[in-house]
């Protein structure tokens, strides 16, 4: 099972964290620091050389995330922890979804994987390619393209039969689905939580 520590994103001259891209396991891929840039929308817009990067280590930190709010010190690099005002367990709910939203929504757009083409490729699907992989279905669909379909696959433009676009198209749709249903079993848990540590516990 691929196991992916969190990145922290955070403003080199403060130190504030932007964004904590939290750990993730499973069938997935390491994101690119443009693709982050892109899923993000406090990144978004931000001159990349004014923002600096952390990459963590799997499960690295995790009591300490638990338990306090981060920085980094803007000088060393140091991770500083300090402690997390107590809200109610409602505010804490609340930040938690929000948390898990960011990251189905940036699970999603990194990508997928298919081996439609007989070998496994990585496809793109930020929102542009989501809406370009509908387009080009749709125009298979009307008959007005032709065999073969050049289409992305690894960072190169390569050649897919129709019956090929197909299941990838279907496989980047499965691996949507698959986050938003994941998302939504782990809402639940932190809308039936009754203490702060369940919420806590409840990972992307």
Known sequence: MIQIGRK????KATGNVLVDTGERSGDVIQTTLEQDFASYTVLNGRVPESV???QLEYGQYANEFMQYLLRIN???????????????????????IKQLNEFCNAAI???????????Q?????????????????????????????IWKASGLPQ?????QFKEVFGEGLTHKNTNIGKYWVLKAQVEAATTSEEIEAVKW
Do not use: R
């Open 109 to 119: 757009l990194a990508g997928f994987t298919s081996n439609a083409l007989g070998t």
């Open 52 to 54: 600096g990067c952390t």
């Open 8 to 11: 922290i994103y955070f403003e």
């Open 159 to 163: 050649a897919h039969t129709f019956a």
């Open 121 to 149: 490729h990585s496809y793109d699907f930020d929102y542009d390619a989501q809406i370009n992989l509908g387009d080009m279905l749709n125009a298979i669909t009307a008959g007005v393209v032709s065999e073969p379909v």
């Open 74 to 96: 803007p000088t060393t690099k140091e991770l500083i922890w300090t402690p997390q005002n107590n809200g109610t367990i409602e505010d804490a709910k609340t930040q938690k």
